[in-house]
């Protein structure tokens, strides 16, 4: 054997040395995630915790109310959702206090930030797995691996290879109507404001202060001026005119379009406003999603 072969030979020799090292070294980011939870689960004595059905890799615990028919995939489904490092323990994502999220339980693997903090989509099949094992009203512990969740990349605040402590939350409605209506009427009962209030066949509430004596608005095509002041329920002002805003009705929310022509001008009143009828799914600004809106208005002038 020539120094050559031998030189080619020890050569070989050594990568599969060092290739062998390295495979024995190397562990998969799944198995990585998978002690990390596993450790988590014994450290906190979570018990009740099960692999999904699907052995993908996520551990979850449902809590169902007694009554009720389990989620299937055409119903809607309302929820609020936090989102926790099992690291850190730190909050990462949570829904806001003034709203609600909602979409169709066959939609829900869609984790939609918007509804939080960013435009970015992702594709999160655990939380659909662990809602079709709730009856509305229940919730669920997701205990999710990075790889299920965001990955190497991370999202927002939350960093590259992070296992996530996911809390589910849904409510006892079919209909988010249904639930903006238990919303409002536990809001002027919490107020002293039940007897005062008025349910306007459209469902907004309202509670008149100053009757006007002026013009009648004629309809939506009509410019008012008004002055107003937006909350949501806990008080929070998102918004305010005390100078007069105009505008024609057919650029306002609905509930505008529809309680402001049933008063005349210099008309003060009061209105709480299911979430379809303002700014719906999609909230605006600092507007949750699905928020109920509370307003006081005051109909300065019209031009009909």
């Known amino acids: 054997m020539n120094k050559f072969t031998k030189l080619g030979l020890f050569t070989l020799l050594l ?5 062998s090292s390295c495979k024995k070294d190397y562990e998969s980011i799944q198995s990585i995630d998978d002690t990390a939870i596993k450790a988590y689960i014994s450290k906190n004595n979570l018990t009740q915790m099960i692999p999904d059905p699907d052995k993908t890799g996520f551990y979850y615990q449902p ?3 007694t009554d009720g028919t389990v989620l299937v ?3 809607s489904v309302f929820y609020d959702i936090t989102v926790k490092s099992m690291e850190t323990g730190v909050t990462y ?4 206090s003034n709203g609600n999220l909602g979409t169709y339980v066959g939609y829900l693997s869609n984790f939609f930030q918007s509804s939080l903090s960013t435009s970015i989509t992702f594709n999160i099949p655990a939380l659909r797995t662990a809602a079709l094992s709730l009856k509305p009203g229940g919730s669920a512990r997701i205990l999710l691996p990075s790889y299920l969740a965001f990955g190497k990349n991370g999202t927002g605040p939350i960093p590259s290879n992070e296992n996530l402590d996911f809390t589910i939350k849904t409510y006892p409605y079919r209909k988010q109507w249904l639930f903006d209506d238990d919303k409002i009427k536990n809001f002027l009962a919490a107020k002293g404001l039940t007897a005062t209030a008025t349910k306007d066949p459209s469902r907004i509430y309202y509670i008149v202060n100053t009757v006007g004596t002026g013009d009648p608005v004629n309809g939506i095509e009509s410019t008012v001026n008004v002055k107003y002041t937006g909350r949501t329920l806990d008080g929070t002002s998102f918004d305010s005119n005390s100078d007069g ?5 057919t650029g306002l929310i609905q509930a505008w ?6 008063f005349k001008v210099g008309t003060k009143f009061r209105m709480i406003i299911p979430s379809d009828l303002a700014y719906g799914r999609g909230g605006s600004g600092t507007i949750p999603s699905n928020a109920v809106l509370d307003f006081d208005i005051e109909i300065v002038s019209v031009t009909n």
């Open 15 to 19: 990568a599969t040395v060092v290739f």
């Open 63 to 65: 809590t169902n109310p």
């Open 73 to 75: 995939n055409q119903d």
């Open 93 to 96: 994502l949570q829904s806001p």
């Open 245 to 249: 805003y105009s505008s024609t009705l």
């Open 257 to 262: 379009q529809i309680m402001i022509p049933k």
